[in-house]
């Protein structure tokens, strides 16, 4: 998916007239007919969630808001619903494509998909690649073509009315059966209301045409076919709600109204949790369901419905849950199906400061969030001190929990980090779907910076978050779970400010023998090197960072090969990252193994400058171990007492 992170992101704040003079062929005079008014939709994930033979509903969880649609909104203005545009299909699909009935998605070239004069095979799928053919079923393509018939562009008109009515001719009611055409139904709807309304515009008249009437007729279908098959509480329901509110408020329908209605108040309790997590376990997919929200908040609005309070409750909490998700390079976390992209600044929200990594709003008060739904966010501040600035901050993300859901990941107890100024531990990263043995890769264990146990099948298990420490200067936490079968696995995580580093002890047992690997993974602009038995070092050619990674002996002695270092390897596949779903790099994972039936490996993550040095000396307390670290001259002491509890001593 690709998230957007432009000035176009801000949905339902400004609304945009397209003028005229942006088409070719025949066009009618300028300044008569300035165009259809669009406000932009949130830019969604360009992936095809739907999955083939499974049920893609996701039941509500949480008592539904009742306020949704209890008032009428006073407004001299018309009740209307704007054309939510393209969401970037037009951009690669010229006029000169679509008269040639060429479209183009993705990382794909064009491809002609017609006899060039409008009649379609929408049975093609040349790429093979599920998503090509839902955004191909979509009509989203059309765009540019839409805004230039709006524009008084008849040539234009002609060849996207054609076009799709000879989509709704071709896939007659119900296309259920056809995943892609079914999955695509509520862009295809929004589609229709938009050349609706270019017919209208362009053609400087009222009421639809008797040649056109068949539009009404498609969106009354494609209704029916949203009343039939909503798909629940997340972003797909949500979306398929306000398309229904749309062809309500487009035809004067009070039942799809209503029902739009009824639906968005039964989602959005689920959608968003009464702490402002989403439910769909993946940091991207979280802020598009801000986004998207907002634009139910904005169309219900715009056709005199109150939104009620619940909506912007919710959101208000899901933006302190992204700002907490903001790393101190201004980017979410990368966590589940999500791509490396910035925090939007929305004004007036905590987002805005984050977004702007410090430049714009106010500094939030809160610094750690831990979140029911499996969430622990931390940093050492918002860069308010100048010494330090808001890149020079550390950052911190852990996964828990319950099991993998929707858009998340096998990556419980997972770590990713950043500290002065530069990604120091990173997540393998969203592969897109039809990656194939890299897609299962990307979503496993192993593409995570966990302990893992290869030998076994991991179970998708629920995560418990046992014990949490919040001071000034460090942050404590303990997680367990069992991860295969006969195996449980702790992670206690101890973060400190001041020296800024991370360490994590992870122990497990097994009834049968096992290999335990902690696995830690880092940016593919760095080269690792393993040091010796105990330490490895991953710097970038002329950085001013360097991380230095070990691991100290404590309850288990360090067998050969302890630390290994795994890149770009494909059997087994290891050593990657994908900031977007269609780039892979080459990346070192850091490995400290063990085998047997326990493992005990306690390891450290320390970024330091290039020129700095790491030592540490270790003793026995009575029954507690006491580690004093010395980090460039900043001194901090460690401790893990006798009932295994790992915290800051000093």
């Known amino acids: ?85 393209f969401s970037g299909l037009q951009t690669t699909n010229p006029l000169a494509n679509l008269y040639v009935d060429k479209f183009q998605w993705g990382p794909y070239a064009a491809y002609k998909v017609g006899n060039g004069g409008g009649n379609i095979n929408w049975a093609l799928n040349p790429y093979k690649n599920a998503s090509w053919y839902m955004w191909f079923h979509s009509l989203r393509w059309l765009g540019q073509g839409i805004v230039a018939a709006g524009q008084g562009n008849l040539t234009a008109l002609t060849r996207v009315n054609t076009i799709a009515y000879d989509w709704y001719r071709d896939n007659p009611y119900s296309w259920k059966a056809n995943v892609g055409a079914w999955e695509s139904t509520m862009h295809r709807t929004n589609v229709l209301i938009c050349l609706r309304q270019a017919i209208l515009s362009g053609l400087k008249v009222t009421t639809l045409p008797t040649r056109y009437a068949w539009l009404n007729t498609a969106l009354l279908s494609h209704a029916r076919f949203l009343t039939n098959y909503w798909s629940g509480a997340w972003n797909h329901g949500t979306d398929e709600s306000i398309a229904l509110f749309g062809v309500g408020c487009t035809l004067n329908r009070s039942d799809y109204k209503n029902l739009a209605q009824q639906r968005l108040g039964i989602g959005i309790t689920t959608s968003i949790d009464a702490q402002g997590s989403t439910n769909e376990q993946s940091t991207g997919y979280a802020a598009f369901n801000y986004s998207l929200w907002g634009r139910a908040m904005t169309v219900l609005t715009n056709c005199g419905v109150s939104p009620g309070t619940t909506i912007a409750t919710r959101r208000a909490l899901l933006a302190k849950w992204l700002t907490l998700a903001t790393n101190s390079l201004g980017k979410l976390h990368q966590l589940g199906d999500t791509e490396v992209q910035a925090t939007y600044p929305w004004p007036g929200t905590p987002m805005e400061y984050a977004g702007s990594r410090g430049t714009k709003g106010t500094a939030p008060l809160w610094r750690v969030g831990i979140y029911s739904n499996g969430y622990v966010f931390g940093r050492t501040g918002w860069g308010t001190d100048a010494a330090r600035g808001f890149a020079g901050e550390s950052t911190y993300s852990i996964r828990f929990g319950p099991g993998r859901a929707f858009h998340g990941h096998f990556d419980h107890t997972s770590i990713t980090y950043t500290a002065r100024g530069r990604d120091i531990v990173i997540d393998g990263g969203y592969a897109a779907y039809n990656a194939g043995a890299y897609r299962t890769w990307a979503v496993s264990p192993s593409a995570h910076s966990v302990m893992t146990t290869p030998l076994s099948t991991y179970l998708n298990p629920v995560t418990k978050l046992t014990a949490s420490s919040v001071k000034a200067n460090a942050e404590s936490y303990q997680f367990v779970d069992a991860p295969g079968s006969g195996i449980s696995r702790v992670r206690s995580v101890l973060v400190l400010k001041g020296p800024d580093l991370m360490v994590t002890w992870d122990r497990a047992s097994a009834k049968t023998a096992q290999a335990f690997q902690t696995l830690w993974h880092l940016p593919p602009d760095q080269k690792a090197t393993v040091i010796s038995r105990t330490t490895a070092v991953a710097m970038a050619p002329g950085d001013t960072t360097k991380t230095v990674l070990f691991q100290i002996p404590f309850r288990q002695a360090l067998p050969a090969g302890a630390t290994l270092v795994k890149q770009a390897q494909t059997n087994p596949i290891q050593g990657w990252s994908y900031p977007s779903s269609y780039v892979r790099k080459s990346a070192p994972t850091l490995l400290l193994a063990r085998s047997g039936k326990t493992a005990s490996i306690l390891s450290f993550v320390v970024p330091v400058r290039a020129s700095g040095s790491v030592s540490y000396t270790t003793r026995w307390s009575g029954t507690t171990f006491i580690i004093n670290l010395n980090v460039g001259g900043q001194r901090a002491t460690i401790g893990i007492s006798g009932g295994g509890s790992l915290y800051r001593a000093g």
């Not at 998230?3 to 339902?12: K, Y």
């Not at 609304?15 to 003079?21: K, M």
């Open 1 to 85: 998916m690709r998230f957007m992170t432009t000035a176009g992101a801000a949905v339902g704040i400004a609304v945009l007239v397209l003028g005229a003079g942006t088409a070719t062929g025949t066009t009618r005079t300028p300044a008569a007919t300035p165009g259809i008014t669009i406000v932009p939709a949130p830019p969604g994930p360009d992936q095809a969630e739907f999955v083939p033979g499974q049920s893609n509903v996701v039941p509500p969880t949480a008592p539904p808001a009742t306020d949704i649609g209890t008032g009428q909104v006073q407004s001299l203005a018309a009740p209307f619903y704007a054309c939510p545009g």
